[in-house]
């Protein structure tokens, strides 16, 4: 790792509390430099001086290192899993379900969870959030582009978005079950007593060690019996270690 790149980590450290040592180096530094060399800039010393005076700039390298890929019902046959067996099960001997969408990006995972409770008549509420605040502001806003809904189909299109010039709005009914609030799972305290952790497509970005500890973070804070719902290339091969079992493809049982 280069004295300058060292040096840009330390300062962001410092002023956002990320970590950027927590992520995979080849990863995290290649994004960086693409949108560093993009920008003009030839040192990452002067590019963290341009961030510290323009905001725009700094959203910027806050949406590019955050990853914010998502679309409704991604992987749709685990969710299928999620609406047939798993939901039911957390909400049978309970009144009221609360649930984590944790690094939720754009908002598309928190308001799939809420059709869900919509569509299965529960109870619940929906706890969604990200470390990028800019990002935050469009989940909040709900307005959504058609290929973010190509696994929604017309009758739920029908009852929970509207139709608008520019794509398609979430419905009032299910931004009401849904709190977004910035979080940063490297270093934020975690929520206690949650029924449902969806956790998808994040963890590949975060070195071994950050892993684990996330992993041990998650398991203090879902409720015995909770259930942690994680994405399609991230395995947990000894759950054991962190009070987890298995409870199906990508979905893991607290002890």
Known sequence: MSADYIAFTEAVYKKTGIDLTLYKEAQMKRRLTSLRDKRGFTSFQNYF??????????????????INVSEFFRNRSRWDVLQKQILPELAADKSRIKLWSAAC?????????????HELQLNGSILATDL????????RAGLYLEKSLREVPQA??????????????VSEQLKKLVTFNKHNLLKDPYPKGIDLIVCRNVMIYFTEEAKADIYNRFSD?????????VGSTEQIFNPHKFGLESAGTFFYRKG
Do not use: C, V
Request: glycine residues 8%.
């Open 156 to 169: 739920l299109r029908s009852a929970h978005f509207l139709k608008t010039a520019g794509g398609w709005k």
């Open 221 to 229: 804070s879902l409720r015995p019996g909770g259930i942690l719902f």
């Open 49 to 66: 001086n341009a961030l510290r005076t323009d905001e725009q700039l700094f959203q910027e390298f806050l949406e590019r290192m955050t």
């Open 105 to 117: 990006s754009t908002g598309e995972e928190p308001y799939s969870l809420s059709i869900l409770l």
């Open 132 to 139: 990028d605040e800019s990002i935050l502001n469009r989940a």
